[in-house]
């Protein structure tokens, strides 16, 4: 390289300045160094104001930007030459000693170069690196450059360079100097390339943020101040990216949106103008791509210190849209961002609670489960974060159909009670905001599933009442717990202790069967065992079933550990063994070598369910001794939140339920003193309860306690005389338990009371009736002949025979049904009496003495008379009320006994069906669920279950409702029962559940409404009834039964009616709903012609076997009755109804099965099942007009039904005042037995019965027609008045539940209230007449027997226990 003339470019002399020799290339490094040492020195020194200096080494400034220099291959000699030239831009500021653009570049390009240096801070060179950068930063020589036209290229080199050096070793001037030097150019420039943009937004992307942190701390710092500059330029490329999809502008195109999460971060402002962006981008048809903008936008609403929400509320409408996503991962996102922006953002929860009530019903198994660990986990955080409606979502999904997200929701809400109720961290406040959750988790075991109840157990064990707390603290808080639980969670958990108690005793007696020597008989016995624990009390069935038996093997061959289950299940077991037992047994089975292990599960869950980790002899004194403090009132009752009389109730009612399960452990006398002291309490239910302990647990006290019975006797003699009468009840039941001279002990109650009954004090009778047949009922031996006269003198003649106090003279209070302290003692003590007449046959329990035949005729009579057995009008209609109900369940409670079931003729069973129709609502209702829990226990014969049939007319839905939940139940109970036991194949014919099919089809066919043969309306009445039945029990084709039934049909039509073998009518009727039922089958099954699996086998108590000569195949339906039933499809309508008629579904008719009003006054005002509807439109029965009113009104409101006359012209158009089209209901034909309508309250709209109406109907009285229910009062009291004879006997059939109008084709009656003074208008209208069974007695009186159901007073007072 040839050495530079010492003159400059310009050809100017270069002059150095003093000291300095000519630098040339002849020179050695080291000296060139030195000598540009002092160069650097001389121009360090310089400043802007030294002008001769300044000219003077104007050569050698040019010089120094040679290519000698800027080339050189030296470190040192480049470094020291850049700070040359960086002071040569300061000293010459603004104007630049170098015109030429292409020199600038190399200069700026060699001087960005040198900045490398930077990035070693212990490097001896890195003062003068600094000072480079420092000139640089102060001077900004870099603004220079923006004259050039590639002076983009200069800037990116910088910014990388400077990036690229930063390190954790920098102090804070570096930073800073970096900072002035970029911020410089970015501020003053005229704008920011892409390239620019993308050499700082590099630094915030993920990967490289992780390899540089100062970087990308820099990057951020660098972003803040130069926000306002910048945002337009970042604005720009997320709008090429965003909007336009120009991915090519950037090679960061694909990072945007981690970009825009950290710029977000940085500052909010710098996105301003993007926000609006991502709203388009969240409506993209892509779903990844919204995918990733949700996953982006979630990041910025949940940012704790974010307050994008309230600034772009557009944009979050938009994006709690993505909520309702059609792509699964979207809403998924969505969800999983709900928790972070509940936490941090506690003001978003409203706007969150619309969206997330809708995602807990996601068809997604993953978004419902999702959705409920959003609220639980920001509900752990803190409660206030989620509001009563969220904790309400998770609620709902307690009850999800997958169980995952059922116990996520149980779990969840367990969770939250234990640490804000139990552990109290909120105060009392959020304590009473979860108080719920323990009833709904203990509600939950009414599930049908085992994972639910065991779920449910577990969480009562470690949430709810922990097990591993001490004693006295689980007592405790099982103690105010018990108190405060709502009565069906109450029923809930005794479910729960009754379940693992009767888990135990299976166990208890599968270890029983071990001890036995082995046989057959014993291994099919065990087997049976097994299959009951599988199948019954643990998950899986299927592979508990294979669990047990691998168990059961090992039980077999290990003594030990059969050992160790016997003290698990031992009474005298403690809590703390209990642990140690099932420790041992697990320790036992588990395989270190298989980490996950069913079987080991399984078993656990076996274990789980039968230690007794709560309740122990301690455990029991704790609970009696906090009972007591309750007493005293020196307990914390207050503080828990329950009043001290609620306290010692609860108390006594847990101890009462835990003396079933845990009798041994109540065996201490200090236990028993305090029970002692219960009994003097005046609460009545807290002595009954103490009795009721003392007769469950009391076994050894004759023997062990003497003290404590010589105490007791008395007080159970006083109870059992003048106690209330469940005091009395439990009395008697402790006395029998519990003595071994329990004779003399009853002797002593049963002949004072005997003596003392009188009937003119019928408030005193109550509890001896109820102590008299309860002895009757357990010493029948000692007091059945006894009990015999105190019936025949007592209870029928003088008692129930006699209505001795008229409180409501004529019966016309209008209430079906009054609460029980407003019930007459008379009527009481009749009740009682029916009672003392069942438990005294059964305690005999036998019919010998004709005793049984003579009290159902006395029970088929009382429900003849509807109640009112000596017809006097003494009764009030609530207390008739009360008497059918107590003479239905107690046949009901006879036929539970097999003696008893034989001599129940058809008729009683047909009168005792029947109740179930009644007109009062709480009769129905309290009558159905004695029926389901009689036949549910399978206590009652299988033809009972037909009686659910006639539900089918029940007006109010709940009822029907309840009616086909019971059949289900059954149904399935008696299924279950079959396969579980294989005896029970030997008597299907009372277990099968298709064999209820004949005993329907002859209840319908004696049914009383039933009374023309080819009427349209009985007919439908009839099939729907047989499909109510029906419809549950072809639910699933098992074995073919839907072939079995319609076999099961067809042969019924080869017989006849065993009650009424020759009359043809009857067996006409019977025929013909054997033919509506065929129909039903054939349309709703599709396999009902296959051949059936076994010849059914008839009843022959109510069919004739059948005639093998001769074969019925004719079809009793008339074709228009038989092409209505099978199609519904209406007759020819009149004009009205042409014009008002909806269409409807072929084979169907619209239903209206509203709750009238009669049944909403039939009941309480604390037991309305619903309200009524409005009045829609005019109800027409073409054969009787109604005047109907409510009864349960302390100031009735008469219910007038207007009808028009009966013509001879069917097409003749209706005669009618016109109503306002808001009144307008399609019309319907004729009368529906069952349902009625009804006008709102307080409805103005009253029609008027038009004059020729009158005329029409006081001349040509129309033909009664039967209908279930009793007549209003205004028409009751004109029959009276008008239809009174006294030579004839008044009828004493028994009504029904109203009927509503409703049918397919004619115009409807229209029911409208009217105030109670025109009642005299109301009384003009036509007679209605009451169904009675006075025609039903007609049709069958000829066809009853001695025993039947038609029976008169006369005849009462010559039955058998008269005599």
């Known amino acids: 390289m040839a050495f530079p003339q010492p003159k400059s470019a310009d050809g100017k002399i270069i002059i150095y300045p003093p000291g300095v020799k000519e630098i040339t290339d002849k020179i050695s490094n080291d000296e060139l160094v030195k000598r540009l040492k002092m160069v650097v020195k001389t121009f360090m020194d310089m400043d802007q104001d030294s002008e001769d200096e300044k000219q003077q080494y104007l050569p050698l400034a040019l010089h120094l930007a040679s290519e000698f220099f800027l080339r050189n291959p030296n470190k040192d000699v480049r470094l020291l030459v850049a700070c040359c030239l960086a002071d040569i831009f300061r000293i010459y500021a603004p104007e630049a000693p170098y015109t030429s653009h292409d020199k600038l570049k190399d200069i700026f390009m060699f001087i960005t170069r040198q900045l490398k240096g930077l990035e070693d801070t212990k490097s001896p060179q890195f003062n003068r690196y600094f000072y480079l950068l420092e000139n640089l930063a102060w001077v900004k020589s870099y603004n220079i450059c923006f004259e050039l036209e590639d002076c983009n290229e200069i800037f990116i080199q910088l910014f990388r360079t400077l990036f690229s050096v930063i390190n954790n070793s920098h102090n804070q001037k570096v930073q800073m100097h970096m900072l002035d030097l970029m911020s410089s150019i970015i501020m003053e420039g005229d704008g920011v390339t892409q390239d620019l943009l993308d050499s700082i937004l590099i630094n915030l992307i993920p990967a490289h943020k992780n390899m540089n942190k100062q970087a990308y701390d820099l990057a951020k710092v660098l972003l803040k101040r130069t926000a306002q500059t910048i945002e337009p330029c970042i604005a720009s490329f997320f709008n090429q990216v965003l909007v336009l999809g120009k991915s090519s502008v950037s090679d960061l195109s694909e990072h945007v949106f981690d970009l825009i999460m950290e710029l977000f971060a940085i500052d909010p402002h710098l996105l301003l103008s993007v926000m609006p962006q991502l709203e388009f981008k969240l409506k993209s048809n892509d779903g990844e791509e919204r995918l990733a903008v949700v996953r982006l936008l979630a990041k910025l609403f949940g940012a704790k210190d974010s307050e994008l929400a309230t600034q772009n ?207 057959e008989a014993n291994n099919t016995a065990m087997f049976a065992k097994l299959m009951a624990i599988a199948t019954e009390n643990l998950p899986d069935p299927g592979k508990a079933q294979d669990f047990m038996k691998k168990f059961n093997q090992v039980l077999g061959d290990d003594e030990r550990l059969r050992a160790q289950l016997e003290l698990l299940i031992s009474p005298a077991c403690s809590c703390k063994q209990a642990e140690v037992c099932v420790r041992e047994i697990t320790r036992k089975l588990a395989n270190p070598k298989q980490p996950t292990n069913p079987f080991l599960e399984m078993v656990k869950f076996l274990l789980e369910r039968i230690a007794p980790v709560h309740i122990d002899s301690e455990a029991i004194s704790s609970l009696v001794k906090l009972m007591n403090k309750s007493i005293e009132g020196t307990a914390d009752d207050e503080e828990e939140g329950v009043t001290p009389d609620s306290a010692i109730r609860a108390g006594l009612e847990l101890l009462k339920v835990l003396s079933f399960t845990h009798p041994t452990s109540f065996h201490s006398s200090e236990t028993y003193e305090s029970l002692l002291q219960c009994l003097k309490m005046e609460d009545d239910k807290v002595a009954e309860a103490a009795i009721q302990i003392f007769r469950n647990t009391g076994h050894k006290i004759e023997t062990d306690l003497l003290q404590i019975r010589s105490t007791l006797i008395p007080i159970l003699h006083q109870k059992a005389k003048r106690g209330t009468p469940r005091q009395a009840k439990q009395a008697v039941h402790c006395i029998h338990a519990i003595f071994t001279n329990k004779e003399v002990q009853l002797a002593q109650i049963f002949e004072p009371l005997s003596k003392s009954l009188n009937a003119d004090t019928p408030e005193q009778l109550i509890t001896p009736l109820v102590s008299l047949g309860h002895i009757a009922m357990l010493a029948p031996d000692q007091f059945a002949s006894p009990m015999k006269s105190v019936v025949a003198n007592f209870i029928v003649k003088d008692l129930l025979m006699n209505d001795r106090v008229c409180q409501f003279p004529g019966g016309k209070n209008g209430k079906l049904w009054t609460p029980n302290e407003e019930v007459s003692p008379e009527v009481l003590a009749k009740v009682q009496a029916i009672k003392l007449l069942v438990r005294w046959l059964l305690g005999m329990k036998n019919n010998q003495s004709k005793s049984a035949n003579s009290t159902l005729r006395l029970l088929s009579a009382m429900l003849v008379s509807e109640g009112d057995l000596t017809e006097q009008k003494k009764i009030s209609k609530s207390d008739m009320s009360r008497l059918r109900l107590a003479a239905g369940c107690a046949i009901l409670k006879l036929a539970q006994e097999p003696c008893y079931h034989e001599i129940i003729t058809p008729e009683q069973f047909q009168l005792c069906a029947l109740v179930i129709n009644d007109e009062c609502y709480q009769v129905r209702q309290i009558f159905a669920l004695k029926l389901h829990k009689a036949l549910g226990k399978l206590l009652l014969p299988l033809e009972y279950m037909a009686v659910f049939a006639l539900c089918a007319k029940d007006p109010v839905k709940e009822r029907r409702a309840h009616a086909r939940q019971c059949l289900l139940k059954n149904i399935s109970i008696r299924r279950e029962y079959i396969k579980q036991n294989p005896m029970a194949h030997e008597k299907l014919l009372s277990l099968l559940p298709e064999y209820v099919v004949p005993y329907t089809v002859h209840l319908l066919a004696h049914d009383p409404d039933f009374t023309k043969t080819q009427d349209i309306e009985q007919l439908r009445d009839i ?164 005047t109907e009113i409510s009864e349960n009104e302390e100031n009735p409101v008469i219910l007038l039904t207007v009808v028009p006359a009966k013509t001879e012209k069917k097409d003749e158009p209706v005669r009618n005042k016109e109503m306002s089209s808001e009144q307008s209901l399609p019309p319907q034909t004729s009368t529906e037995r069952g349902k009625k309508r009804t006008a709102p309250a307080g409805s103005e709209n009253i029609q008027q019965i038009p004059e020729e109406r009158k005329s029409e109907e006081s001349t040509a009285p129309v033909p009664p027609k039967a209908r279930r229910g009793r007549p209003p009062k205004a028409v009751s009291e004109s029959n009276t008045a008008k239809n009174s004879d006294p030579n004839k006997a008044a009828g004493r059939g028994r009504k029904r539940v109203a009927a509503s109008q409703e049918g397919p084709a004619e115009p409807e009656t229209t029911n409208v209230k009217v105030p109670k003074q025109q009642e005299t208008n109301v009384k003009r209208a036509s007679a209605q007449r009451q169904m009675d069974l006075q025609s039903y007695k007609q049709n069958t009186s000829r066809h009853q027997d001695k025993a039947g159901a038609d029976i008169s007073i006369k005849q009462i007072q010559q039955l058998a226990f008269c005599q």
């Open 1023 to 1186: 099939k729907e009834c047989l499909w109510f039945m029906l419809e549950v029990l072809m639910t699933k084709n098992e074995n073919n039964s839907h072939a079995f039934i319609r076999k099961m049909v067809e042969n019924i039509k080869q017989t006849k009616d065993a009650q009424a073998p020759d009359d043809g009518k009857m067996n006409e009727k019977l025929y013909i709903v054997c033919d509506v039922a065929l129909i039903v089958i054939t349309t709703k099954s599709t396999t009902y012609n296959l051949d059936s699996p076994k010849d059914p086998v008839l009843p022959t108590k109510f069919f004739t076997p059948p005639d093998k000569d001769s074969s019925n195949n004719k079809c009793y339906l008339s074709d228009e009755a038989k092409t209505l039933l099978l199609t519904g499809k209406p007759k020819p309508a009149t004009v009205l109804g042409a014009v008002n008629k909806p269409l409807s579904a072929a084979g169907r008719r619209p239903q209206d099965r509203t709750p009238v009003l009669e049944m909403g006054s039939n009941i309480s005002g604390n037991s309305e099942p619903s309200s009524p509807p409005p009045n829609r439109g005019r109800e027409q029965n073409s054969e009787a007009p109604e």
């Open 313 to 519: 509320r557009p944009l979050w409408q938009c994006f709690l849209g993505r909520f309702n996503d059609i792509h699964v991962p979207v809403r998924l996102e969505c969800v999983k961002f709900a928790s972070h922006c509940l936490m941090n953002h506690p003001d978003l929860a409203k706007d969150l609670t619309e969206y997330l009530k809708v995602r807990s019903h996601d068809p997604e198994e993953a978004i419902r489960h999702d959705v409920i660990v959003t609220i639980i986990t920001a509900g752990k955080k803190d409660l206030s974060l989620v509001n009563d409606q969220l904790l309400g979502f998770v609620r709902e999904r307690t009850l999800d159909k997958r169980w995952r997200v059922r116990k996520e929701a149980m779990m969840g809400l367990a969770q939250l009670y234990k640490k804000y109720c139990l552990h109290a961290e909120a105060g009392k406040e959020a304590a009473q905001k979860v108080n719920w959750i323990k009833d709904k988790l203990l509600h939950i075991y009414y599930q049908n599933s085992i994972d639910d109840k065991l779920l449910v157990e577990k969480i009562f064990a470690q949430y709810l009442v922990p097990h591993n707390l001490e004693t006295e603290e689980r007592m405790k808080c099982l103690y105010y717990l018990y108190a405060s639980l709502d009565p069906n969670a109450v029923k809930a958990l005794n479910e729960m202790w009754k379940c693992q108690n009767m888990l135990r005793s299976h166990v208890r007696e599968l270890l029983d069967l071990h001890k036995q020597p082995a046989s």
